[in-house]
């Protein structure tokens, strides 16, 4: 099979294409034949070798995607080969034209979902699920920033957020970007790149403020984003790229909370509950991932300088 392997940490022209033997599914896996392979900004962060979780070397890159099952192993699996899936953690990463997963590890993907959309399931709707959920506990009639709403994170957190009942503000710094945000459900748009665009959120909350912020840019926003929150706020960061100076008084006027998260730290029994809400989402058309860009899987290399690039649409996904 084609597969991604990175020999060594570094930048984007570590990663190649090779040919390594098809996988062997053990009792309670499956091999997943893959049609659809996510790419993530955490991608990135591990194959630079400064991620908290280091793989070891050589390793194949990709912890999302979509694809059919192909072989089950000898015990432990109700799936037959044919099976729709997408994948939600593998034994070796999903940048391959087959993996290795274990069989409670794999979902099923409702026929009204491609598997390029697939693929853009697993860590972006997962870690926007856990973020407002599970971290902020944000509840129906609550009123919540989605800072960053252009990319998969922000997508699915802005289509979660507005299936629960929440009132969804959607940031973007584009028109276009804005326009995908208000389709996938957003009450109100705000153009982060605006000098005011403060002053925007503090009017659509009538003075008050939001009572959750999901934060994609936490090294640029979150200082700001403390004076955003109504009392009792809660800022989730989902994602940052360095540090940045706050003022705690802030929070401390507001009782507020700066929650940080990784999508590595949900116990198991948390996946069990995300996964069965992002298929119910998926059934019953809530839910609709977008996929902004496909790509060969030749060009990992490309993909992996793409998704650090300003001005996100949905998912990039590579396509075996």
Not at 78 to 83: E, H, L, S
Request: include cysteine; glycine fraction near 12%; proline fraction near 6%.
């Amino acid at each position: 099979m084609k597969a991604i392997v990175v020999h060594e940490f570094g930048g984007p022209d570590v990663v190649k294409l090779e040919t390594l033997p098809d996988p062997t599914p053990a009792d309670g896996q499956v091999v997943v034949r893959v049609h659809a392979a996510g790419v993530n900004p955490v991608d990135g962060y591990v194959r630079s070798g400064t991620y908290a979780v280091r793989p070891k070397l050589p390793y194949i890159p990709g912890f999302d995607g979509a694809g059919e099952i192909d072989r089950v192993g000898a015990a432990g699996t109700t799936w037959k080969p044919g099976d729709r899936v997408y994948i939600a953690a593998s034994r070796d990463g999903t940048y391959a034209e087959r993996v290795v997963c274990a069989a409670a590890l794999v979902h099923r993907l409702p026929a009204n979902v491609s598997f390029a959309q697939g693929a853009s399931l697993g860590v972006p709707y997962a870690t926007a699920y856990r973020a407002l959920f599970h971290r902020a506990k944000a509840k129906p009639g609550e009123t919540v920033l989605i800072h960053g709403a252009t990319g998969g994170v922000g997508i699915a957190a802005v289509e979660l957020a507005r299936a629960h009942g929440l009132q969804v503000i959607g940031s973007g710094g584009t028109d276009k970007g804005l326009d995908l945000v208000r389709e996938h459900g957003a009450h109100v748009l705000v153009n982060h790149r605006a000098p005011k665009y403060t002053d925007d959120i503090m009017a659509a909350t009538g003075g008050r403020g939001v009572d959750v912020i999901v934060e994609m840019l936490a090294n640029v926003n979150l200082d700001r984003d403390l004076t955003l929150l109504a009392k009792h706020g809660r800022v989730v960061v989902v994602g940052n790229r360095g540090r940045i100076d706050i003022n705690p008084r802030d929070a401390m006027g507001r009782d507020a909370a700066i929650l940080g998260m990784t999508l590595l730290n949900a116990t198991p029994e948390d996946l069990v509950e995300i996964h069965s809400a992002l298929v119910a989402g998926l059934e019953n058309g809530t839910l609709k991932p977008v996929v902004g860009r496909t790509m060969p899987l030749a060009d990992a290399a490309r993909a992996h300088e793409a998704i650090m690039e300003p001005g996100a649409f949905g998912k990039i996904v590579l396509e075996p």
